[in-house]
């Protein structure tokens, strides 16, 4: 016969087994969650809430954590829903956002090679972000991200081929406007 005490322990063991893992899980993912809110909501401060709401849900999801079977996969899929969420969200509302030209520059760089690199960067944020969602979002997931295909599909909610072709199809449609556009400035 198991007795209250030894049920209460087993109790509170399994507590902080959640603990300890939901702790681990947030200490070795919080950039890959930060980084993910960041490639779609493309501000800082808006991030760092989906970031905080993502392992809130995760806090939420208590006890069944322990069963999750590949953790990063799991929160990379919740961070990514909780961020499309507030992004659909702030849409909604017409919230406006700010963008990385209201970053600060550094002053390690001269200002000629700045003003180039700033300029390929908003062409090429341009370029990803007029690609459509079902090319983009992995596309992000994968190359910016580095998150492995398995992982995509997993956060997306479709097959890893489908993945690898559509990151593949957006590679060369970026290829092709960035020539297009290269061509177009000499």
Known sequence: MITESAMAGEATALTQKTEDLLEAAVRQNSRLVFRIAYSVL?????????????????????????RVEDPKAWLARVAWRVAVERK??????????????NDIPSRDAGAERFLVDQERSAMLEKLIAALPDSLR???????IEELTPREVAAALGISEAAVRSRAFRARQILRERIAAWTNARQ
């Open 42 to 66: 493309r501000n800082p401060a808006e991030a760092e809430d989906a970031t905080q709401e993502t392992f809130l849900r995760a806090l939420r999801y208590g006890k069944k954590f322990i």
């Open 88 to 101: 659909n969200r702030s849409a909604r509302t017409g919230a406006v956002t700010e963008t990385a030209e």
């Open 137 to 143: 979002d992995p596309l992000v997931l994968s190359t």
